[in-house]
């Protein structure tokens, strides 16, 4: 045999036994979910491969020594990195990707419109949701961007027109926890016109955690709703809007060359802009909020540093007109503000993400109120000061967390009045809270464990929270899961859920366990789901659950006013109920729906009722379609069967904030007095929606600039829906309070640069 040939065999048999294999794993920086298509290349050997569904990479037969690797996913930055490669065996490197925006010129391609529930860049398991800033804008159910409203349907309630908070399942507003890029907010609530507190231009996405405990903000009975502001941009950018209800602008752009950034948001509603001056039962006053954000390298890693404040000061009369059309000149004043900031540092080091954060959070409430024995003078406030810092650990299969949390929480509460028949009560108290936090989830084939439990100790007691969820993906189609969480929560609300003042009034007056009477409040929840995506433009899910509190504060059963006067219950709670989500879109379209059937009640001692919030069904349904790139048509409605009232015994006068009536009207001070709570069934709520956009690019400065214009027309087909029933003091006769009137009219200019 030729020595030539043998010399050459040899040397090939002895390169394919010096050769490896390279596997890793690819995920998010920030969320740590596994990143689909990712290009993994050699640059050196011109090979490359992409990720699959699980995020990870194979390359195989790679020769010993020296290689570069390079990573690279739109909307991501690049990494590069020099591995030495083995001479046999396999090789494990798993990256962890920075979410990089990626600036595109403007162009008209009819592409799927993106919804909640289908959007490439949702990383929450359902039943959790989330919504990116692009769903949010092309919600077809809002007549402007809100990021609460937005989120509502199926298990998450709002109340219809003038939403005083967020129910999760049953639970109460108080029950939400609310945080902005990681820091926790207080009473992000506006009214007359506004819902959130939050500046939706200066949004990337909301993702809501009810399923499982949310290890960033632990100590909520519901849940919690995760707002991440957007990224700043490499050129100073520019967007707002006016219209009838509200005014806006944010800004955001880079600082330097280093890779730092802001961005800052201003927002202010127009409660009383076009009310008439003469009539006082018109609502006056103003609200609004701000936002600012730096972030820049940092120690290795990435830092932010954040401030967020919102405030509201609005006034009613306190009587309704007499027949001769006089009015009294005595006026009810509510105020609320909440107040955060803080920092937060993240460093990746391979496979193990660091994160630090510290805050220091207030809220602030006050009104002076036209009481039935006396006017009475309120005022509450919180304060938390908070560190945390967490270690997370990824592998191709398994992920693992741990956090330590210290917080202290000031709470105080105090009501005084100007009679000597008028009640006087005050509370205060500090609850020191420490928190460890752990949690592992791993995948073995189609199934996914994820197990968890916080300790947190306060006032010398200890209180556990287990938490454990199953995912099987049966398929690429279908997924089924099932979760079960224990919670507790360290400060309840003194706001009485039931009053109807909540409509303007929709803030929670928190007070720390600890203070005379105050208990720690725990929850346990199973939720069962499945999540069905047959096609990429097609999403339906479906879900049961059920829920059972103890230790829960309850003002409605002890007075009738807006607050907590001198006493409150303690009770307990039970929440049942289904929900199904369904999403499509397609080139130019885009549809959702949800339904929510749910059996709430609470109990103190002997009796129970129906929260106001507990509608016992809700059917919501939109959709936008795009005649051309530049233009859309809305159209939404929403259905609300089985709701339930406590009848009013007061006079009181109500119309919803609108321009055709020039405003909002509030008139009164409602109060039940000896009626059952929630003993009135509410008619049916309906009301369809329809609006319109036409938008208009321009080029200035070498820039591209745009504006629009909009309008939605509300309760298209004049439903009269009621908001609640007073009764008569002379013949006892209920009379319906309508939502009105039955066509409120939105328009307004969005633009941006």
Excluded at 93 to 106: A, G, S
Aim: aromatic share 8%; net charge neutral; glycine share 12%.
């Amino acid at each position: 045999m030729n020595p030539l040939f043998l010399s050459a065999t040899t040397v090939l048999l002895a390169a394919q036994l010096t050769q490896a294999t390279l596997v890793g794993t690819v995920r998010d920086a920030e969320t740590a979910r596994p990143l689909e298509g990712v290009v993994v290349g050699l640059s050196d050997l011109g090979r490359t491969t992409t990720t699959d569904d699980a995020g990870r990479y194979v390359l195989e037969d790679i020769p010993a020594g020296p290689n570069q690797i390079t990573v690279r996913f739109i909307g991501y930055a690049q990494r590069s990195l020099q591995a030495l490669v083995p001479r046999n065996g396999e090789l494990e490197i798993n990256f962890w990707l920075l979410p990089e925006p990626v600036r595109i010129d403007p162009f008209d391609v009819p592409a799927p419109v993106i919804l909640r529930a289908i959007d490439r860049t949702d990383s929450a398991t359902f039943p959790d949701r989330e919504i990116s800033a692009a769903g949010l804008r092309d919600h077809p159910m809002l007549a402007e961007p809100d990021a609460f409203e937005a989120l509502g349907g199926g298990e998450v309630v709002l109340r219809p027109e003038s939403p005083s908070g967020v129910n999760i399942r049953g639970g109460a507003s108080d029950q939400t926890a609310y945080l902005l890029d990681g820091i926790p907010i207080f009473n992000p609530y506006h009214a007359a016109g506004m819902t959130s507190g939050w500046n939706p231009d200066a949004l990337a996405r909301l993702h809501v955690s009810s399923a499982a405990p949310l290890l960033a903000y632990p100590y909520a009975l519901s849940g919690a709703i995760e707002a991440f502001t957007r990224a700043p941009r490499d050129h100073v950018h520019g967007q707002g809007s006016v219209s009838t209800m509200q005014t806006r602008v944010t800004f955001d752009g880079p600082l330097g060359d280093a890779g730092a950034g802001y961005l800052v948001s201003l927002r202010s509603g127009f409660s009383d802009a076009i009310a008439p001056r003469g009539e006082a039962s018109y609502l006056k006053g103003e609200t609004g909020d701000w936002l600012a954000k730096l972030e820049a390298p940092a120690l290795g890693g990435r830092a932010l540093l954040l401030g967020y404040g919102n405030e509201n000061d609005l006034n009613t009369a306190a009587s309704v007109a007499a027949v001769d059309g006089t009015q009294a000149k005595r006026r009810n004043n509510f105020e609320w503000y909440g107040q955060s900031v803080g920092a937060q540092w993240k460093r990746v080091f391979s496979s193990t993400v660091v994160r630090l954060v510290g805050w220091n959070s207030m809220a602030g409430a006050g009104s002076v109120w036209a009481g039935r024995a006396a006017p009475i003078d309120m005022a509450a406030a919180r304060r938390d000061k908070g560190l945390l810092a967490g270690v997370r650990h990824g592998s191709v299969r398994a992920t693992t967390v741990g956090e330590i949390r210290v917080e202290q929480s000031r709470t105080s509460y105090r009501v005084v009045s100007d009679s000597t028949n008028g009640p006087s009560w005050k509370l205060r108290v500090n609850t020191p809270v420490a928190t460890a936090l752990a949690q592992h989830a791993r995948t073995v084939g189609r199934i996914e464990f994820n197990v968890g439990t916080s300790l947190a100790a306060t006032g010398g007691e200890a209180h556990l929270g287990p938490s454990a969820q199953l995912t099987w993906h049966t398929s690429r189609q279908l997924t089924l899961s099932g979760s079960y969480a224990r919670t507790h929560q360290f400060a309840q609300s003194l706001r009485n859920a039931e009053s109807v003042v909540g409509n303007i009034f929709p803030i929670d007056l928190y007070m720390g366990a600890g203070a005379s009477g105050i208990p720690v409040a725990r929850s346990d929840q199973g939720v069962v789901a499945a999540d069905y995506r047959p096609s990429a433009g097609v999403r339906l899910g479906a879900q049961a659950y059920e829920r059972r509190s103890r230790g829960l504060l309850l003002i409605a059963p002890r007075v009738g006013e807006p607050f907590a006067t001198s006493d409150f219950a303690v009770g307990s709670g039970t929440s049942r109920g289904i929900s199904a989500d369904a999403a499509f879109t397609a080139a130019r379209l885009g549809i959702v729906a949800s339904y929510g059937l749910q059996h709430v009640r609470l109990a103190h001692g002997d009796a129970s009722y129906i929260p106001e919030s507990a509608a016992t069904h809700l059917l919501q349904g939109g959709m936008i379609v795009f005649p051309g790139a530049s233009a859309s048509i809305r159209l939404g409605a929403t259905a609300a069967m089985g709701r339930h009232t406590t009848t009013i015994s007061d006079g009181f006068e109500w119309e919803a904030c609108n321009l055709l009536d020039k405003g909002c009207e509030f008139g009164g001070s409602p109060h039940y007095d000896g009626s059952p709570l929630g003993g009135k069934t509410l008619p049916t709520y309906f009301r369809v929606d329809l609006g319109v956009r036409k938008e208009w690019h321009l080029g200035v400065g070498g820039r591209d600039a745009s504006i629009a214009l909009f309008g939605t027309v509300t309760n298209l087909l004049g439903r009269r829906n009621v908001l609640t029933y007073a009764r008569n003091s002379s013949t006892g006769e209920l009379t319906g309070i309508e939502m009105r009137p039955t066509a409120p009219l939105v328009i307004g200019l969005d633009w941006g640069f």
